[in-house]
C-alpha cells in the first residue's frame, strides 16, 4: 500500500485556544468546553511513545474510534460532536474519573503474565486456579488502573478507588454498569466480524453532571482482538492463536527485551516492521467495519489538517 508522510506532531495556534495538551498519540487543541482532538502517527507500548511513527495510523484509529462511539451512543452519551477531518475528532471537554476501567473476557496480556508469575488476584478480583492463558473468564472481569499523567498507570482495586476517593461510590457503580454494557456491546459486534474482543478499557468523565464516555474504544491501541475462527483449536493444540491489535507490537518489543523497564533501551525498528503495523490497523479497520478508512493520500497531510479544524471552529464560531 502507498504511504506518504507519517505525522508526528503539530504545533498550531487557533484564534479562541485555551489550552494544549501532548499525550501519547493524540495532540489536543482546547477551546474552553470544547476541544479538537488530532489523532498522530505516533505510537505508544507500556507506556513509551516508540521512536518512529506509523504512516496512516492516526487516520485510522481515528475513524475507528468515531466508528464505535457512533454505535455505541444508545448505551452511554459520549464526547464526540463530529469528525471534520480523517485524522481528527471534535467534541466536548469532560472532566475525567482519574481511573481507566479495563474490562477482561481471557486471560491474555497483563492479566495472563501477572498469573504465570503466580498471582491469583489483580486489582481486588480473583482468579481461580487452574486457567490457561487465553481461557475465557466465567463473567467479565474489571480491573482497573489509575491514570498516570507521566509514567506507567498503576493496578488498582476498587476498594481503594472508593476509599482514596478517586472516585466516589454511586459514579464508579455508573462506570462499572456502563463498562459492562459496553463490552458486551463489543463483544457482539466483533463476533459478527469474526472476532473475539479478548479485553480493551474504557475512560469517562463528568460534563457537568452527566457521566460522558471519552476518548477511543475498542480499537487496536485499546483493546485486544483474536480471530474466532480455530481459536479453541489452537488453544488446544498449543498454538498461539491469530490476533488482530497491538499486542504484536508489544511481543515484538519482549522479543527485543524491552517492556519499559528501568534501564531497557527502546529497539530499533525496522521500516519492514513499520509498515507491517500499517497493515495490521488497515486490516483491523476493514475487518470490523466490512469498508475502507479515508487514507492520507494528499502532499501536506498537517496543513489539511490545520484548514479543516479552523473550518470546525468558524462553524461553531470560536473566533475569539
Keep these: 500500500m502507498e504511504t506518504n508522510q507519517a505525522i508526528n506532531s503539530t504545533a498550531f495556534h487557533f484564534p479562541g485556544q485555551t489550552g494544549f495538551y501532548k499525550g501519547k498519540v493524540r495532540d ?35 475513524q475507528l474510534a468515531a466508528y464505535f462511539l457512533e454505535a455505541t451512543r444508545d448505551i452511554v452519551p459520549n464526547w464526540l460532536e463530529s469528525v471534520p477531518d480523517p485524522n481528527v475528532s471534535f467534541g466536548r471537554v469532560c472532566k475525567p474519573f482519574q481511573v481507566e476501567m479495563v474490562v477482561r473476557g481471557y486471560l491474555v496480556g497483563h492479566a495472563w503474565r501477572e498469573y504465570q508469575a503466580g498471582k491469583r488476584e489483580i486489582c481486588g478480583v480473583k482468579m481461580q486456579e487452574g486457567l490457561k492463558e487465553y481461557d475465557c ?7 482497573p488502573t489509575t491514570k498516570a499523567i507521566q ?20 459514579n464508579y457503580q455508573v462506570l462499572k454498569k456502563y463498562s459492562l454494557q459496553l463490552f458486551a456491546k463489543g463483544q457482539e459486534m466483533a463476533t459478527e466480524r469474526g472476532l473475539i474482543l479478548a479485553d480493551t478499557k474504557y475512560e469517562f468523565g463528568l460534563f457537568g453532571n452527566q457521566v460522558m464516555l471519552m476518548d477511543e474504544i475498542h480499537t487496536p491501541d485499546s ?32 522479543e527485543n527485551n524491552f517492556m519499559g523497564r528501568e534501564g531497557q533501551n527502546l529497539p530499533d525498528m525496522p521500516e519492514t516492521f513499520v509498515n507491517q503495523i500499517t497493515e495490521r490497523y488497515l486490516l483491523l479497520f476493514e475487518t470490523m467495519t466490512g469498508h475502507q478508512p479515508i487514507l ?25
Design 28 to 62: 489536543v487543541y482546547f477551546f474552553e468546553d470544547k476541544m479538537a482532538m488530532v489523532a498522530t502517527d505516533r505510537i505508544s507500548a507500556f507506556d513509551v511513545i516508540l521512536p518512529k511513527p506509523i504512516p496512516q495510523k492516526g487516520a485510522i484509529l481515528n
Design 137 to 143: 473468564f466465567d463473567e467479565p472481569i474489571i480491573t
Design 151 to 170: 509514567g506507567h498507570d498503576e493496578d488498582i482495586s476498587e476498594e481503594k478507588i472508593i476509599a482514596s476517593g478517586v472516585v466516589d461510590f454511586k
Design 223 to 254: 483493546s485486544r482482538y483474536y480471530y474466532l475462527e480455530n481459536f479453541k483449536e489452537n488453544i488446544a493444540t498449543g498454538v498461539m492463536p491469530k490476533q488482530l491489535s497491538k499486542e504484536f507490537v508489544r511481543n515484538w518489543l519482549i
Design 296 to 320: 492520507n493520500l494528499d502532499s501536506d497531510i498537517v496543513n489539511r489538517i490545520e484548514k479543516n479544524i479552523f473550518g470546525i471552529l468558524n462553524r461553531h464560531s470560536i473566533q475569539k
